[in-house]
């Protein structure tokens, strides 16, 4: 039984937890104890349906010791312990190595859902144990007939039952039909609340039964099963081929097939069938399975379409847009003859291709494309992020939806998301938010692919092309004007490609209707200038930015709008002028005209060019802040009238230790069992309003001292550090001020970092910095790594002080296990203060197992902070042995701050042969002298050492034959040690070393090699390297003759190594070298002994 729950399964990427989250997932953050990940405590009966919910920190690395598993998920063994039967399921996973299987739980004790849920199956298993089918069906209907939380009780437990014990499902719902009062309208909330905020935390047992529970509904019929379906299809994600969304994709589908009549019955599940479908085959290609899913794809569509056009009519114009992708295919290409030439044989309401394209597409159908997930990401981003700040949560977005070629064509569905159903209200767009078009200019400019960037561009501009200013709306092409408008300084390339796609997408959209679609973009553009989205567009269309072809091109489509009173020599995009404010960016345009406007990418320090500055907009303001008065008017009104009263005195108070007692007793009403936890966003609001102070200028007093560090945490806010400083985590209370946090922290972003201070600063938070990993998941972030490194930059940004201050004790008490450097890279003052901090042994910042692949991962960074990360690298005590194979990732071109480093650092070591292997097997170019130099050093100060370990090296890779060789070093990620490296570098050296006093090609060992390699390699390397097999020639010519007079022949080398050698500088270190082999020509003896052991060598190739 337990087996079918808890199988091992790898997840897909896109479970990562690294983005805030809507408020809805507060309660379902896990809080950690402090010594995670290797021990936690015990609490069994927790569900496993849920399992996943918990958000394991990114801080331990998975994929280092399971690659199919990605973090934040556990893994789970194959035993469970026995437990009584009316426990039907309970929570264990391993430790993350085989050998140490402890049990742990998820949740914690104070977990509602979990809780809830188990709590209404041991209801249910209590009164049916032991009883026979009809006595438990009797007990069941009698315990449902003493109200309604009975029913409900009853319901949820069945449901759960259904979800975590595949064998008792049928039971479990056969149950559930005849005891439900309802028509399961209990149990249809509950999964369209699961599926729309749980499911990518689901396992794939819950997974595959509620996909099972949905074919049950809809084989009998119950009413509502339509809009589970249509859930379910919002889930399939877009641009996504990884298994398990194909899995769906193909259950939903199938379902969907074979209940076909039960498809018809309703209208709007029927056009969100096509519409999801439609868009679902353009990325189903490639494999045989695809291709296999991708035809049953294409027969459904058409047959839904071709039997039920009018219900599929209610898609609108982005039908169209969808069909064009899949025209070349041949159901569609016949399908599309009918639309443009035979409209009637589909529907006789049907009057043509025009009629649809007129149609504006409902925002129900846009919002179906985007999963749940993406959408609360997107939302997020529009409406809580500021514009300057976006680029983590941008970063995030792009690595967790956009990152594979297949997930380009997502991009469409983003923008036609953010145009036709993100519409901001006007308090929004008066704003500092982040404005939709800095959005889609992101997305225009990371496109990857010339085919999804025309696409992009497209979903963009298709409500331009048909709209009615009557049916459509200015926020659906508002976007459009003002990506172009706000990219001509920073982007030109952006505004000149988009005005170019207009003009030519006039004729090209359709030749038949060029008429229409010019008419749809003269309304557009008349449209944009009447609402005074821009004031002008003269400014636009008559830029000198643009080619003269382009301007061209504009004043012959569009010479209404060209016409300038003046010729535009230095033209401001706009003038500030007054203007109405209706659903548009007035106020943000006036001030992007003199702050040139930047994506992401371009977060560079901005000029002023005259007028008023929004520096807000790209960086947090330094300079002296006049102190306005706080209206929290709108916020009170929410609030409860004794909980108003106190936050009106905490707004009154007059001094410091007056709002600590007003804010201590706001905090024990929080902590009353009958508080009302849905304020708690309004009071975040209240007091971030409020203490809007706390968060500017610097936090570190001047002189650190215990009085004045104590002084400096007596803030009225950092009452609630208090509070939550002297609680136990398992208390009801410690949650509710983490949401209390959370809900501060999403409205602002500094109360991280102010919490990490309290924690380091105050005496009363000794020895409970592990709170902080507690705040980070409860957080919409919802996981420790993130949260910290977030909080960091802001930190840099305020207080760089402050950041030295904190990072001893981030490495040390909050999170010591760190997989990656945390602390954003420092002024050069504070990074010598870190330096001094590590070789003091108070910061321990790298680790053995870990440094290698973050000293990797630093190669794509910028000069400095690669240059601080070695800095702080070579400040531990980490053997160089352990960063060697970073060597074989090195270009020469390319890295040149990580090759200095590491040469300056191999020029203190004695070599090891493995170093020595690591530096030979760089590939040989002119340019790059990184082997050779460390090759000349050592030879200058251990050429015996040197000696051997390239003997070594050279029999070793001369043992092998070459064709295995070779197979090796091509199956190989990184590249193989050859035998002609090795050679291509030895005569490199030995042309450096030619006309010098220094004999290392002189060395026995190296000679013996030498020969033995000739003995047994091809023509073609010894005429390439005839000069390097001379000396060992010379030296068996000279075995039977004085030793001195064959090392002078040695240092002589044949007349093309002197004709071709280069002269290198004279080296004081030669002269101690050349006395040294001054001392070995007088011991011929020994050259003699090891003269039969060259010949024993040469036996061992013969």
């Known amino acids: 039984m337990f087996s079918s729950v808890f199988p091992h399964f790898s997840h897909s990427p896109q479970f990562s937890p690294h983005f805030p989250h809507s408020p809805a997932f507060s309660p379902f953050v896990p809080r950690f104890p402090p010594h995670f990940p290797h021990f936690f405590p015990i609490f069994p009966h927790i569900f496993p349906i849920f399992l996943p919910f918990y958000p394991f920190p990114p801080f331990f690395s998975f994929s280092r010791h399971f690659s199919s598993i990605p973090p934040f998920f556990p893994i789970f063994p194959p035993f469970f312990p026995i437990f009584p039967p009316f426990f039907p399921v309970f929570l264990i996973f391993s430790h993350f190595s085989p050998s140490f299987p402890p049990v742990f739980p998820i949740f914690p004790v104070f977990c509602p859902v979990p809780q809830r849920l188990e709590r209404c199956v041991g209801v249910v298993t209590s009164l049916t144990g032991g009883l026979s089918e009809r006595e438990a069906n009797d007990a069941l209907n009698a315990h449902i007939c003493k109200g309604t939380p009975q029913h409900e009780e009853i319901c949820l437990g069945l449901f759960t039952l259904v979800l975590t014990e595949p064998a008792q499902a049928q039971k479990c719902y056969r ?87 039960w498809v018809l019955k309703s209208s709007l599940l029927v056009a969100m069938a096509v519409y999801t479908y439609l868009r679902l085959i353009v990325d189903h290609h490639g494999t045989a399975a695809l291709q296999a899913l991708r035809q049953k794809e294409v027969e459904f569509c058409v047959c839904l379409l071709r039997e039920r056009f009018m219900d599929c009519f209610m898609i609108g114009r982005d039908l169209v847009r969808l069909l064009q992708n899949v025209a070349r295919i041949p159901e569609f290409e016949q399908l599309w003859k009918d639309i443009l030439h035979n409209p009637q044989v589909l529907s006789p309401q049907f009057t043509g291709v025009l009629q649809l394209l ?73 704003s500092d938010i982040l404005p939709r078009w800095a959005i889609i200019g992101w997305l225009l400019t990371t496109c990857t692919s010339n085919v999804a960037a025309s696409n992009a561009k497209l979903a963009l501009f298709y409500d331009w092309l048909f709209f009615n200013p009557e049916k459509d709306s200015i926020m659906n092409i508002e976007p459009a004007i003002l990506v172009m408008h706000h990219s001509m300084k920073p982007h030109p390339a952006i505004t000149a490609t988009l005005l170019d796609f207009m003009c030519r997408i006039i004729p090209n959209f359709y030749p038949p209707l060029e008429a229409h679609v010019r008419q749809g973009v003269f309304n557009s553009l008349t449209h944009i200038v009447e609402k005074r989205v821009l004031a002008h567009l003269a400014p636009l269309f008559d830029n000198p930015k643009l080619d003269k072809e382009l301007r061209a091109m504009l004043r012959e489509k569009f010479p209404e709008f060209c016409s300038s009173p003046s010729p535009p020599m230095e033209v401001k995009i706009e003038e500030p002028v007054a203007m109405e404010m209706e659903n548009h960016l007035e106020k943000d345009d006036g001030c992007y005209d003199n702050a040139e406007a930047a994506f992401s990418d371009d977060e560079e320090e901005l000029s002023s060019k005259g007028g008023k500055k929004r520096e807000f907009r790209f960086h947090p303001i330094k300079e002296s802040i006049v102190e306005e008065p706080v209206d929290i008017t709108p916020f009170l009104e929410q609030l409860d009238e004794s909980l108003r009263d106190k936050v009106l005195q905490l707004q009154k108070g007059s001094d410091t230790e007056a709002q600590c007692e007003v804010m201590q007793e706001i905090v024990d009403q929080v902590l009353e069992e009958d508080f009302d936890s849905e304020q708690l ?19 570190l007093p001047e002189e650190i001292t215990e009085e004045s560090l ?38 602002q972003p500094k109360i991280g970092y102010h919490l990490l201070y309290y924690l380091r600063a105050s005496k009363a938070a000794l020895g409970r910095m592990g709170l902080y990993e507690s705040f980070a998941q409860a957080t919409q972030l919802g996981e420790l790594h993130t949260c910290l490194m977030m909080d960091m930059k802001a930190c840099q940004e305020d207080d760089v002080r402050l950041l030295c201050f904190l990072t001893p004790s981030i490495y040390t008490e909050v999170s010591p296990h760190l997989p990656s450097p945390l602390t954003p890279f420092p002024a050069p003052s504070q990074l010598q203060e870190l330096v001094c901090h590590v070789m003091m042994g108070n910061l321990v910042m790298f680790r053995k197992d870990s440094v290698l692949n973050i000293l990797i991962q630093s190669l794509d960074w910028e000069t400095f902070e690669q240059y601080c990360t070695w800095q702080l690298f070579l400040a531990h005590n980490i053997p160089l042995e352990t960063i060697i194979p970073i060597l074989q990732h090195l270009k020469y071109k390319e890295h040149p701050e990580a090759l200095s480093c590491l040469l300056l650092q191999l020029r203190r070591e004695k070599p090891s042969e493995e170093m020595v292997k690591m530096v030979l097997s760089r590939p040989c170019h002119p340019e790059d ?55 291509e570098h030895l005569d490199n050296l030995r042309l450096n070393l030619t006309n010098t006093k220094h004999n290392f090609f002189s060395q026995t060992p190296i000679l013996q090699a030498l020969q033995h390699v000739q003995a047994s390699c091809d023509e073609a390397h010894k005429m390439k390297f005839s000069d390097l097999f001379s000396l060992a020639e010379e030296y068996e010519d000279s075995s039977s003759k004085p030793p001195k007079s064959r090392r002078k022949a040695t240092a002589l080398a044949s007349p093309r190594s002197r004709k071709n050698a280069a002269q290198p500088p004279n080296n004081e270190e030669e002269s101690g070298s050349s006395s040294a082999s001054e001392e070995e020509d007088t011991k011929p003896k020994p050259a003699k002994r090891k003269r039969k052991g060259s010949s024993a060598v040469g036996s061992d190739s013969d």
């Open 175 to 261: 149950d559930l039909a005849l005891v439900s009062r309802d028509g399961m309208n209990i149990v249809l909330n509950k999964i369209n609340h699961i599926l729309m905020e749980k499911y990518l935390k689901l396992q794939d047992t819950c997974r595959t039964q509620l996909l099972w529970l949905l074919r049950e509904l809809v084989k009998s019929g119950v009413l509502g099963a339509d809009g589970v379906c249509m859930t379910f299809m919002k889930q399939i994600a877009g641009g996504d081929v990884t298994a398990k969304n194909i899995w769906l994709a193909e259950n939903v589908l199938e379902i969907l097939t074979e209940q076909r009549e």
């Open 358 to 430: 007129q149609s504006r597409t409902s925002r129900k159908f846009l919002a179906c494309r985007l999963t749940p997930d993406m959408e609360t990401k997107l939302l997020f981003m529009t409406s809580r992020v500021r514009f300057g700040q976006q680029k983590r949560y941008q970063d995030w977005f792009q690595r967790q939806y956009l990152s594979t070629p297949d997930s380009q064509s997502l991009r469409c569905d983003l923008i036609r998301y953010i145009c036709g159903v993100v519409h901001p209200s006007n308090e929004v767009l008066s």
């Open 681 to 699: 966003s309004v009071l975040a609001s209240c007091l971030q309003e409020l203490f809007k102070a706390h968060f500017r200028g610097e936090v």
């Open 710 to 747: 104590e002084e400096s945490v007596g803030k009225p806010l950092y009452l609630i550090f208090r509070n939550l400083c002297q609680m136990q985590e398992d208390n009801s209370g410690f949650s509710l001020l983490l949401d209390l946090l959370s809900e501060l922290y999403q409205k």
């Open 929 to 983: 002298q990184f082997t050779t130099s460390i090759l000349r050093h050592w030879g200058l100060r251990h050429d015996d050492l040197l000696g051997e370990h390239i003997k070594a090296l050279l029999i070793k890779n001369n043992s092998l034959p070459r064709k295995r060789q070779s197979l090796r070093s091509s199956s190989s990620k990184l590249a193989q040690l050859t035998l002609e490296q090795i050679l």
